[in-house]
């Protein structure tokens, strides 16, 4: 009776192209991020709700992706790309200012970051570009796929939205990378990026930014002020110890020490309540959604399905990893979600689309070799 149930649901998954293991590793980790929002949102219904409303449209626009061919992503690609440009230059003209960041476009009916575009944008486009191209590429080739990417990374980061920025450019970096960059050449730019520094450090980041990094290499220097936030997180994952506090029993987010407890500092408000098997179990899951992810990219039987597939799913890990290093005090603070896991929906909607368009590559892939 099980295998039968288990045949019907996996007839069901390939009528509707989806990959059921990527899927229940996508519902196992949704589940348990509502869990956790519960607690951590102080017992408060109204946060449970609006979350599983957003997850619910995320899932339906994964959903409506998987049906899509790949052909389709790689004909609008360039024309997304293009409007993401025209957007951010649009945002720099007539944006809405908040908080000292000019990142919105009012247009009346909504308000949006047309930033969350580019992170699905630049590698669809990258991807496009290197699409009928030979790999390993020429250097030409390179210089064009960096300056796809280079663009709207500057845009961004002139917001200023530098979190933003590092995953467009990530993206990008990803897709270039998986087109064949040479280890040699990973090297050299490496190096460069590392004599840049100075310069990055004096012309381009602003005050917050240098006092982030500032924060991270010594949170203890102001504790009650830009320290804080890092040394209560710190706090709230060691007090979990190995087996945790329980569900509902934790101290540092129901007393409001740990600020941004349902959001950015969601995981550490976890692993204070399931402590560090927890918190192990939850990573798992992660890498489970990664490596199911990478795989499917690598069974996609052309250049761009297999670019576009594993930059996406890479944009996905560089997500989990920053924001468990953040707030485990191993990355500075950037403001990037635990994805799945914190409160908000921009960011998780982009992250589903992502998936939608991963299990239509890997899904269609038969009908793309005839």
């Known amino acids: 009776m099980a295998s039968r149930v288990e045949t019907e649901n996996g007839k069901f998954c390939k ?4 990959d059921p293991p990527l899927l229940l590793g996508l519902l196992a980790v949704s589940g348990l991020g509502l869990v956790v929002l519960y607690s951590a949102g102080q017992r408060n219904p109204d946060l449970v709700i609006g979350q599983a409303i957003r997850l619910g449209l995320g899932f339906v626009i994964m959903l409506t992706l998987a049906q899509l061919p790949p052909r389709y992503f790689r004909f609008w690609s360039p024309w997304i790309y293009l409007v993401g440009i025209l957007l951010l230059l649009a945002v720099m003209v007539a944006g809405d200012i908040s908080k000292g960041a000019q990142r919105w476009l009012n247009l009346g009916v909504v308000r949006f970051q047309p930033s969350e575009i580019m992170k699905l944008a630049v590698p669809m486009m990258v991807a496009w570009f290197f699409a009928d191209k030979p790999l390993p590429p ?35 970096a990803f897709a270039l990378f998986m087109a064949g960059l040479s280890w040699f050449l990973l090297i050299g730019l490496a190096g460069a990026l590392a004599a840049a520094i100075p310069l990055f450090w004096m012309y381009v980041m602003h005050d917050y930014q240098r006092q982030r990094v500032l924060t991270f290499l010594d949170p203890e ?11 209560q997180s710190k706090i709230a994952i060691g007090s979990g110890g190995i087996y945790g506090k329980g569900w509902l029993n934790g101290t540092q987010s129901h007393l409001d020490f740990l600020p941004e407890g349902s959001t950015d500092f969601i995981f550490a408000a976890f692993s204070e309540e399931f402590g560090l098997v927890g918190a192990c179990l939850l990573l798992a899951l992660y890498f489970f959604i990664v490596a199911r992810g990478l795989y499917m990219a690598s069974r996609a039987p052309d250049t761009y399905t297999r670019l576009l597939g594993g930059s996406l799913i890479l944009i996905f890990f560089l997500y989990a990893f920053v924001n468990s290093g953040m707030v485990s005090g191993l990355l500075p603070v950037v403001g990037l979600p635990l994805p799945l896991f914190s409160y908000g929906g921009t960011s998780l909607v982009t992250l589903m689309a992502g998936f939608g368009m991963v299990m239509s590559l890997y899904t269609h892939r038969r009908t793309l070799t005839r």
């Not at 250097?139 to 709207?152: D, E, F, K, N, Y």
């Open 15 to 18: 009528l509707l192209y989806l």
């Open 138 to 172: 020429r250097w030409h080739h390179l210089l064009g796929g960096a300056l796809i990417t280079v663009i709207p990374f500057i845009l961004i980061a002139e917001q200023p939205d530098l979190g933003t920025a590092l995953v467009v450019g990530c993206a990008g």
């Open 221 to 231: 220097s102001d504790p009650l002020g830009t320290g804080y936030h890092i040394i």
